[in-house]
Each structure stands twice: as C-alpha cells, then as structure tokens.
C-alpha cells in the first residue's frame, strides 16, 4: 500500500517539529469501560515488519514482530540479526565517532526504520476510531488506509491521533513507521540502551456520544487535616449528564454547550492555527471529606471514585478513578507530609526486563513494587523519564512515594560536546527552537500522571545543564499543579535560575560534603537524587546517607543508583546462559559493564547488597546494650505497637530463649525496653531482638520481617590439654602428625598437606594473599594500578626458611616468607595433639594498605558446603555489614557464587564477623575458627575472576574451593564509581607488627 509519505530527514532532525496531529494531552484512565461497546482494543501481538538503514534505503522484506517490542532485542532472535542490535552508551551519543553530528542534525548513513503494518476491523457501534501508540522509541510516524495521520517523538509518554476520516467499512490498514533517531534523541541521552521500536502497547479506541476527556482530582485540607474537600474538575465532551460518585455522595449535571477549545495539536512550521472548536465543556465537583483517611506509603488509603456519562438517561461511559488524599508541602525548609517530615529512602528505577528490555510486563512491575517494599524502600525516582503508568497505580495501591521525572537527559551535549567548558551545543539552556519540545514533554507527563498520589514531586528532568528553558518548565509546574514541588537537580551546575528546584538536589556527594553544603547553604531542603552506585560489589557506607538524615532536618533522604543490572539475557560461547552488557553485540562506542549497576540482577534476583538497604532503609532503628534494647521509631504515622517485638537469646548460634513483647512508641519516639531474660554468658553468646509485622499491609505480608538488632560477645574457653603431636623432620619437609591428623610443610614453599582421617584435603599450597578480585569501584579508582604490587606478593612469596620446634603441647613450624620487594613475612603454625592449628601471620614491614591480609587455602574439589558463625546469611563487607545477622548458615560454594556477579565477575562472596566455619563434602572436612574475621569460600581464585569478563570465561567452577581466612579485607566503597575510593576507615593498612591469628582443624 503506497504511503502518502511527508517524512525527510529535515523533519526528523527539526527539533520545532516534534509532533503533527497529536491529540491534546489528558489524564490516564486505567478504568473506563462503556455497557454499549468496548472502548478500547488492543493491537499488541504479531504485526508484519520490514526494515531499511536510512529513509533512502530499500526496505527488507516483509517479516513478523511482536507488538510491544524492541526490534533489536528480537533482532537477536534472528540469524544474522537482520535488524540491528542493540547500542549501549552512558552519556556519549551512539553516533558519536561515526558522524560529526551536532544538535539540530541527526545522522544519514545509519538511522534505521522500522515500518510496522497490521490490518483491523472497527468493532461494531464504533462511530470514531482513535490511535494510542503508548510508547515509540523514539519517533514515529502514522498512516491508516494509506492517509498520513500524524507524527510524534517523546519516547516514553501516550501519542493520541483521531482516525475517523481515514477509516473505510470493512478491513482496514494501519502503518506504523518508527525512526531510531530525531530531533529528540538529543534530549534522549538516558544512561540506557539505546533501542527503537513500538515497546508499550499499541491500542485503538473510540469515545461515545458523551465522553470524559480529561479530570482533574485536587485536594485541600483543614489546618489539623480533620476534614478535607475534593474536586473533580472535568473535561467533557457532547452533551449529556455527567455523574461522580465519590464517599458515599452522588453530584451530577448536565452537559452539552459548545466551547472554545485549544486542542493541544501541534503542527509543522507554517501551517494552521491550531485552535479548533470542539464540543468540550468544564465541569467541577466538590466533595466534603470529614475525617480523611490519609494516604502514605506506610497505609496507602484509597477512595473509590466513579464517574459515569449518560445519554438521555442510558448509561454510555462509566470511568473507575482511585483518589489518594494526602498534603505535600514546603514548610519552614523541610519537605512534609501530611504535616510530617519526610525522609525518602528511595532507589532510582529505570524501567528493565532482561529479554524484552523497556517493555516491561506487569507481573514484573508488580514483582518489583512488592520487592521494594519487602526492603523497606519508600521512594522511587522514575529515572529517567515517565513510567508506565501501571506502575504508578501499583505504587498508589501498595504505597511508594514518587519523583515523575520528564523525558529529558541531554548530558552529552554539554559534559561531551561541551568538555572545553563552553556551553556552545548544551541542550535546552535557553535556545527558542528546543523550547517547545522540551516543555511538551514536561505537559505530557503531568497530563498523564496527575491523578496519581503517589507521586509527590514533579522532576524536569536529569542531567540536562541549567537555563531558561528549564526554569520556565519548574514554573509550568508550579502554576499548572501547585500540590507538587519540583525537583532538578542539573542547576548543580549551572545556578543561573536557582528557583528552577524547590529543594537541594546532588548526585554521589558524601555525608562530610553534604554537611559543609548545608552548614553554609541552608536555604533549601536536601535531597541525594542519585547515592551509592550499586555497580558490580558496591553500597558499602550506605547505613552513614540514612543515619544523618535523622540527624540533619535539612537532609532527607535519598534514592539509591540503581535499582535493577541491565543485562540482557543470551547465550554464552559456552552454550549456557547469561547476560550481555555494552560492547558484546560489537556496539560501539560503548560504556561497557557501566549499564550492569543495579541492586538487583536482570533476572530480578536480589544481591546481598538488598539486605543492606533493607537494614539501612527500616522503619525502627534498634540498638541494644547488654541489658536492653533502645528503639527508635522512624514511622512517620505507623506507632511500635503495629509491630511483635521478638527477643532471643543463643550460644554458638544454637538457640537459647526466647519471648515476645509489645510496646507503645509514637512516631518518631524512643523507647528503652529492659531485656525479659539476660543474656548468656558462655560460648559466642547472642541477643537479637526483630520487629514483627502484625497486620497484613499492601505488599507487606503479617509475619514480615521489618527490622532487627542484635549484640554478641564472646566468651572463650580454655582448650583441653593433650599430648603433644610427634614432629618428623627431614631434608625437604617438615611433618607434624598425630591421632587422625597429619601436616607437611615443604621447606621451599610452606603448608603443603593437610590430611585429616587420611585423606588429603589441599588441591595446592597454602599461600599468602594480600589481593581480592578487583570491583567496578577498584577500577574506577585505579586501585588495581596503586595496589598492583599485591597482586604478586602472595602469589610469588617465597618460603626461604622453615624452623620447627617441639615445645610443651605444641609443635610449633615457622615458614618466613620473602616478598618480591625483600621484606619478609613470618608464618606461625602451633599445632597441638588433637590436630588444632593455631597460625599468626606477623606484618615486619611500615605502614602500608592492603586490599586483604591472611591466607589463601586451594582446597579439593569435593569440599562445597559451608556452615559458619557469623554475619549472614549472605555476603557481607567491612563497609556493608547492615543486614548481616549473627548466627550459623550454610551454603553452597557453586551455588553461593551464582548469585553475585553473574554478568561481570569481580570479589565476592566475602563473610564479615565470623567465629568459625567448616567446610565439608564427600570427604572429611576443615574446620576454621577466628575472632571475627573475614571469611570466604569460592570456586576461583582472586586471579581467576579478575581474568574474566564473563562468566564463559572462567575456568570450571568444580575443579576446587578456594577458602580465604583474612584479618580483614578492604571495603567495597560505592560513594560512586568512577574514582571515590572505600572511606578511610575500611581501607586497612598494617603496621609493623600487625598480627592475624586463627585456627584450622578437623
């Protein structure tokens, strides 16, 4: 079918014409339905598809797609991916390097089009038919029967078209051809892979005789919000009555003069006034509320709203709203809610799914809504750009605060393009021909999204410089929705419209610089937008962001960058499964691993760096002493009493007592609860106190874990006396053996065997280790080059003497290491009868950091379980202890490894905090006990899994376990990722005479 066709490469690439024919933007209506016909019908599913390089190319032939769906990830489905792959950048253009481009051009040799067709029948009683293309990545242009409909960019917000002259009785026509690059892509340049096609559902729609076009839902409130009233403001067109329902009262009226009507339609440049009569009339409702019930994210209140259209007295059109009541305000320099102060404990939250990228199911969106709040998340930042809205309504029902942020990135133009400092291309700053485009997009948004309570704070965008035109935008907001405070935090760097924010906004600031910030600018209330890059093994020192906002009014919170890995999933060279990240489809430029910095992996299974937050982000902070529990409550409207206190005592992890109490503490109050029973005094004695969920709450199941606290100390104990263990010395090895037991050391290179019952445990020798597995945090800070030495030291020590003595109950062996720069090492082992193996590791060198402090043991591969005492059940690291609890867990060595870092290998696997652990199989195990050390068990060694990019290239995972026994090992950091180092107080370093001691033994 021959297209009338008026797309060039001088529309796409002009930012003024950035859509043609576009409905006026209005409310989403998740619920409207009619008892005459189906208002909407869904076009999603298979479409014939065809596709050409630039506009002037040929087309392919035709093919199948599925609707909603990116083209370049089912591209990957096909043999030889006939329509491209998908391109992954941070803040650098996909085009940059292949076109000198700048903004206001876009490229030519490679802008590929994806021309979608599928046929349709208008179901019967329909008098209009109207397009939703709900999301285009990222331009799209229509035609039904051949006729041109319409055009429009703006990525991630509904484009409306009116079809009715162009539709025929019978089977009808639609094309749909989507443009991978316009205009828009300049303000487009999200930290995201860039991919094109129809990735949200593609929808026809009718309106009857009487329709609501668009309402309205605001709210005031008494002083003492012990009343409130509602309105419904309508937009409605034809003529006929128009009735709301909403608390238990029915207004009604009628409805039917013409009036004026802009239609919001924006046409190219030179064409017609777009102000059109329509027949729409504006209706208001107001509603008294006494007693409201309020909505938060701790009890997200919902009231049913109705609103029915009627002809002559039948009913045509009935549309469902849900009204959240609640006040959000600025109040002497702090942000509240209804009345309280607010502290956002947030993650930011670009939309992903593994296999079909942005096109996100609801059963994921909904999987996601429960996982934050079964975390203690309260906030989400729609990174960045507006999300789909049942996402929104979950976060309404299940109660999430959120920041709607507009479709607006352009960091390429200014920190790129503008790395001389100037402001030559920066985008929008205060250029009139990107004006109306920019402010569009902020329109779309709010349009859509405005009925939606939970969101708090409109955003305009991110990373997008400052001027004029973004001020004028944070002013659409403020005039247009002034229940709403506006966010933005690009004025950072440019304060030439400091008002454009409503509140202080920064990305990756550490607590110290956020205090010196407020100390001389405490004009405003602050907020993180972005803190704690979650890249690779990251979040240490999120527990300190949390901490001081309850100790600064000013600060209030954060949201975490960010929620959720990017990876797509494929097919490794080694025929399993796995994730891909930028460059592995031959993308380039590309910003590599930088899209694979979520909390959670693709696949949406939680990392340990999950627990973190849960304990960083819990409504209740409990601190115990020796004899009770100090509980404070961080609920804004939730009292202690919603919760069971659980108080149990244990011994070496085994459990001791137990009692469960309850207790009265307002919001935002302390309480000190003595302890029902002491705690013990024996072994590794513990007291841990968990607060309960009572009642079931939206997403939050009775019996839910929502916060603990915990004390221990350690009450050691003399060891028996046993005869000594006979010594045998020789030429090249030195053997201590006893009753079941049996050590060899080889005079050149140390601890070579360990046999316990006979059977040989070590797969090679025990060495020295001062390195781990570099992080994505390491190398951002170049720690691998300033640490470099270490990586050798260990594996290239040499034993050059080996003394043994016979000394009481003891055979005591020295193995004096050398390093390759000349200092030396001494290895105490005293080994008694009973085969126990106490070793001292002593530091002879100056004050020096060091990655990790201990040894390295390569044991058989038939050891894979683990059961140990200390913080668990999971990973955790000198910096991100919050979440680890004391007790005894078990593992997997295999299994256990799978779940970090599945897409870009690095450290792992750590245990802080741990008294003992055993380490057992299909033969004889190792026990290993310390005072609180670090701890860990993997199938690689640190050099193996700095060696791999991927999984596939790692060795195989069942040749040995590979067991660290450290004094400690640095932490992680995750102030950023691009050159923050771990804080001062987790990069260790020895000093001369620095010890490590622990014990191995059977």
């Not at 190219?268 to 006034?273: I, L, P, T």
């Not at 507009?406 to 402001?423: F, I, P, R, V």
């Not at 004889?924 to 860990?936: E, H, K, L, N, Y």
Request: overall charge negative; proline content about 6%.
């Amino acid at each position: 079918m021959p297209l009338n066709n008026p797309i060039t490469p001088a529309l796409l690439a002009d930012p003024e014409i950035f859509q043609q024919n576009r409905l006026p933007f209005h409310a989403h209506f998740a619920d409207q339905t009619s008892p005459e016909m189906p208002l909407v019908v869904s076009l999603d599913g298979a479409w014939s598809f065809r596709y050409a390089e630039n506009l002037t190319a040929p087309f392919s032939e035709w093919d199948t797609l599925t609707v909603p769906g990116f083209i370049q990830l089912q591209s990957l489905q096909k043999p030889g991916h006939p329509y491209g792959t998908p391109h992954y950048v941070n803040t650098q253009y996909p085009w940059d390097g292949h076109e000198k481009l700048h903004p206001g051009e876009i490229p030519q040799a490679y802008n590929p089009i994806g021309e979608y067709r599928r046929s349709f029948t208008l179901p019967e009683n329909w008098a209009s038919c109207y397009l939703r293309l709900n999301g285009a990545d990222s331009a799209a242009a229509v035609w039904c029967n051949g006729v041109y409909i319409g055009y429009t960019e703006d990525t991630f917000t509904p484009a409306e078209f009116d079809m009715t002259a162009a539709i025929h009785p019978g089977e009808n026509t639609l094309t749909v051809q989507v443009y991978r690059f316009c205009s828009g892509s300049w303000l487009e340049d999200q930290d995201f892979w860039r991919m094109s096609g129809l990735f949200r559902s593609v929808e026809l729609f009718t309106k009857p005789e009487v329709h609501l076009e668009d309402v309205f839902v605001k709210q005031s409130f008494a002083d003492d919000f012990s009343s409130a009233t509602v309105t419904f403001d309508c937009k409605v067109s034809g003529a006929g009555t128009i009735s709301v329902v909403f608390d238990g009262e029915e207004q009604s009226a009628e409805v039917g003069e013409p009036a004026e009507y802009d239609s919001g339609v924006v046409f190219g440049k030179g064409e017609a006034d777009p102000d059109v009569e329509e027949d729409v009339q504006d209706v208001s409702f107001t509603f008294a509320v006494e007693h409201p019930a309020l909505w938060s994210a701790e009890q997200p209140n919902l009231y049913e709203a109705e609103i029915a259209l009627l002809r002559e007295g039948a009913l045509v059109e009935r549309t469902g709203l849900k009204v959240g009541l609640r006040r959000f305000e600025l109040k002497d320099r702090q942000m509240l809610l209804n009345g309280k102060r607010i502290v956002f404990k947030g993650v930011n939250r670009h939309e992903w799914s593994c296999r079909t990228g942005r096109t996100v199911s609801r059963e994921e969106m909904l999987w996601d809504v429960q996982n934050l709040k079964t975390h203690n998340v309260n906030a989400v930042r729609t990174s960045h750009y507006p999300d789909d809205p049942y996402f929104l309504q979950l976060c309404d029902e299940y109660g999430l605060y959120v920041i709607g942020e507009t479709n607006l990135e352009s960091h390429g133009t200014w920190q790129k393009l503008g790395a001389d400092g100037s402001d030559k291309w920066t985008l929008p700053g205060a250029r009139p021909e990107w004006r109306e485009n920019v402010l569009a997009r902020a329109e779309a948004m709010l349009e859509r999204d405005k009925n939606h309570p939970a969101i708090l704070i409109w955003s305009c965008g991110n990373e997008s410089h400052g001027g004029k035109t973004l001020w004028e935008m944070s002013e659409y907001f403020r005039h247009t929705d002034p229940s709403r405070l506006v966010h933005y935090e690009g004025i950072f760097w440019n304060r030439e419209y400091p008002a454009t924010s409503d509140m202080e906004s920064q990305m990756y600031t550490p607590v110290a610089d956020i205090k010196k910030f407020l100390a001389e600018h405490p004009e405003k209330p602050f907020i993180m937008c972005e803190y704690s890059h979650a890249m690779g093994n990251s979040n240490g020192g999120i527990t300190d962001y949390t901490e001081y906002a309850y100790e600064e009014p000013l600060y209030q919170g954060g949201f975490i960058w960010e929620y959720m890995d990017h990876g797509i999933a494929v097919t490794e060279p080694d025929g399993k499964p796995g994730f891909a990240y930028g460059g592995d489809f031959g993308d380039r430029p590309t910003d590599r691993e930088f899209c694979v910095d979520g909390l959670v992996l693709p696949d949406r299974r939680n990392t340990p760096k999950m627990d973190a937050v849960k304990a960083a982000y819990a409504p209740l902070k409990i601190t115990l002493t020796d004899t009770e529990a100090v509980i404070e409550n961080r609920n804004l409207f939730t009292d202690l009493n919603a919760y069971d206190l659980v108080f149990a005592s244990s011994v070496n992890g085994k459990p001791e007592r137990r009692a469960v109490l309850r207790a009265d503490c307002a919001p935002g109050k302390t309480v000190h609860i003595v302890f029902p029973f002491a705690l013990p005094e024996t072994g590794l004695s513990c007291m841990t106190i968990t607060a309960i969920q009572r009642a079931a709450l939206p997403g939050i199941t009775a019996g839910y874990e929502a916060a603990f606290g915990q004390v221990w100390h350690d009450h050691t104990t003399a060891r028996l006396t046993l005869p000594a263990p006979q010594l045998v010395e020789m030429d090249y090895n030195i053997g201590v053996k006893g009753e079941g037991f049996e050590y060899i050391f080889s005079r050149g290179k140390g601890l070579v065997s360990i046999r316990y019952n006979g059977v040989q445990l070590l797969d090679d020798t025990v060495r020295p280790n001062f390195w781990r597995a570099p992080t994505n945090n390491d190398e951002g800070c170049a720690e691998p080059f300033a640490s470099a030495f270490w990586k050798t030291a260990g594996l290239y020590a040499r034993c050059d003497n080996l003394t043994a003595e016979a000394k009481g109950e003891f055979v005591t062996v020295r193995a004096n290491y050398t390093l390759p720069d000349g200092q030396t090492l001494p290895i105490d082992f005293a080994i008694d009868g009973a085969g126990r193996c106490d070793i001292t590791m002593t530091w002879q060198g100056e004050h020096t950091e060091l990655p990790e402090f201990g040894l390295l043991f390569p044991l058989r591969r038939e050891l894979t379980e683990v059961s140990y005492l200390g913080l668990g059940p999971r990973e955790t690291t000198a910096d991100r202890t919050a979440g680890g609890k004391m007790g005894v867990w078990n593992y997997n060595v295999r299994q256990d490894f799978a779940q970090y870092t599945p897409v870009y290998p690095q450290e792992c696997g750590s245990r802080t905090g741990v008294y003992s652990a055993t380490v057992t199989g299909s033969i004889p195990g190792i026990g290993f006990a310390g005072d609180g050390m670090t701890f860990s068990a993997l199938p690689y060694t640190p050099h193996e899994l700095e060696n791999a990019r991927h999984l596939y290239e790692l060795p195989r995972d069942d040749n040995k376990t590979v067991v660290r026994c450290a004094a400690f090992q640095r932490g992680v950091g995750g102030d950023n990722s691009w050159g923050a180092k771990p804080h001062a107080d987790t990069c260790f370093a020895v000093e001369k005479g620095t010890s490590f001691r622990f014990m191995i033994q059977k």
